[in-house]
């Protein structure tokens, strides 16, 4: 079984349009995360949820928001998308924050077209 | 600032050959660290953490990595790379003045020749 699933792993979609990426750790950890791998491979945190509580939003614009129906899901809904939007999301979780390693998804690759 | 940096952003390397990646950050108090590999069109992967003890660390595959308190620094290092080996190498530190969420150093291509 896949530990931390992402859905699409594509999504290729025009400007102005409302897109959401879904994923589910089965890891039983407390804590969420998700990271934008630009085209230069550098990582940065969007998002990160411990225990259904966004605990960190870094500066990440307001058409980004997170959604955590429950501690095993934490989908990412991007409105009105623009061209810079275009990169590799990765969800990852961990058992909780502090001295534990983070597990990542497949990734996400969105183009905005 | 505080960050994680890395220093050699391309390497390029024959088979058999050694390697060595720096990792500097610039957090204070008590941190841990680790080492993830990003193989081709893959996710991010676990090569090997520190949290104490040992500052010589083993993890998988033969890498293994060195944590210098005083040179704030986790180098990692494998003694014979492999073409098997080429992929994206990112240093990540959870730190308390960044609530210990995991905060990444741009990465390293390393590329090996067969």
């Known amino acids: 079984d896949t530990a931390v699933s992402q859905t699409p792993k594509y999504l290729v979609t025009q400007m102005g349009n409302d897109k959401s990426i879904k994923c589910e750790q089965n890891?039983?950890?407390?804590?969420m995360y998700w990271y934008k791998q630009d085209s230069k491979k550098f990582l940065k945190i969007m998002f990160s949820y411990n225990n259904k509580e966004l605990i960190i939003n870094e500066t990440v614009p307001n058409r980004f928001s997170p959604k955590s129906p429950d501690k095993a899901h934490l989908n990412l809904h991007i409105n009105s998308l623009e061209l810079g939007d275009s990169a590799v999301y990765f969800c990852a979780s961990s058992f909780r924050q502090g001295n534990t390693e983070a597990f990542f998804g497949q990734g996400t690759r969105l183009t905005v077209v | 600032a505080q960050s994680v940096s890395q220093h050699n952003h391309h390497v390029i390397l024959s088979e058999a050959a050694s390697l060595e990646l720096g990792c500097n950050y610039s957090y204070g108090g008590t941190v841990n660290l680790f080492w993830y590999v990003q193989y081709p069109g893959q996710h991010l992967q676990l090569l090997l953490k520190?949290?104490?003890?040992?500052?010589l660390v083993k993890g998988i595959k033969g890498f293994e990595a060195e944590f210098i308190k005083s040179k704030f620094s986790f180098n990692l290092r494998k003694p014979s790379v492999q073409w098997s080996d080429t992929a994206e190498y990112f240093c990540?530190?959870?730190?308390?003045?960044?609530?210990?969420?995991?905060?990444f150093g741009r990465g390293t291509s390393l590329i090996v020749h067969p």
């Open positions: 890891l039983g950890h407390d804590t």
């Open positions: 990540a530190v959870n730190a308390p003045t960044t609530r210990y969420i995991p905060t």
């Open positions: 520190y949290f104490s003890g040992d500052p």
